[in-house]
């Protein structure tokens, strides 16, 4: 049993801002960051926002983009696969920030890349999949698998 | 350094955004934590919701902690980037992570981590973390 990432709780953060390109290739969710509570532990005295955090927006951002696309619930998105993201610069309070997403639906395929951008300038990307119900059962069962020859490999 | 706690204490990082209770195993290259989420105030969830990035942020303080144990110079960490993750959220707002992480490259200042979380002992979330140090200036 999986549980489907939580976009109303993620939106207590991120809110709620987001435009949908007219040609239906980008979702754009934007934010500005300044009184989060995470801000006090990352870092006192040096505020910076941490880049799981970015993470979290990109993945919002693909989720609205996936809800607008398809007309499906976000809830059938039971996990995140990343195959990579940097993080080039850094996030300050004070910062509005757009966290740009490009979905590609190709079959049950669903892919695709988001950005953290400010202005311009690119601080962060991501290229991500978003898996359902099955596939994230398939996830799980290759995780268990590689753990158990991790632990097989440690016994050797 | 033979205190495996040592590499949590002192961390340029405070509540809320603290995220290893307890480290229970630590040797050159390996290290297990044990991390409560209880949608408390004193750890930041999105309105108590434990996002699996959390989890890998937890990856990221206990690899400092090993990097920390074998170099206790160092201060501070940052993630300048991420691969292979594969996450899922846990199904309970209340729970206990376990977190492993194995050093599998690298050396001061830019280290490579493998990493995964397991609630009730089904894998939550793996990631491989690429860490960033710095030592405490002169």
Known sequence: ?156 | MTDIMAGIRDTTWAAPFVYVDRIIHMDRRTAVALTVFNAGKDRFGYDGFASPSLLIECMAQLSLALIRHSDPEVEIGVIPSLRDIVMTPPHADAFQAAIRVIWEDGDYPRYAFAGAAFVMDEPVCKARLDILATRRAA
């Open chain 1, 1 to 156: 049993m999986t549980a489907a990432f939580d976009m109303a709780r993620l939106r207590v953060v991120f809110g709620d801002r987001v435009v949908h390109a007219a040609d239906g290739r980008s979702t754009t969710l934007t934010h500005g960051f300044g009184d989060e509570s995470f801000l006090k532990g990352h870092f006192p005295g040096f505020p910076v926002v941490p880049g799981v955090i970015l993470l979290d927006g990109m993945i919002l951002a693909m989720l609205h983009a996936f809800t607008h696309r398809t007309g499906r619930s976000g809830a059938e998105i039971r996990s995140v696969a990343v195959e990579s993201a940097a993080f080039h610069r850094p996030i300050l309070p004070g910062m509005n920030v757009a966290f740009v997403s490009r979905l590609d639906l190709v079959g049950d395929r669903i892919s695709g890349k988001a950005s953290v951008m400010v202005g311009d300038v690119r601080h962060a990307r991501a290229s991500l999949f978003l898996l359902t119900q099955g596939d994230a059962a398939q996830r799980r069962a290759d995780t268990r698998r590689d753990r158990h020859d991790h632990d097989r490999h440690d016994h050797a």
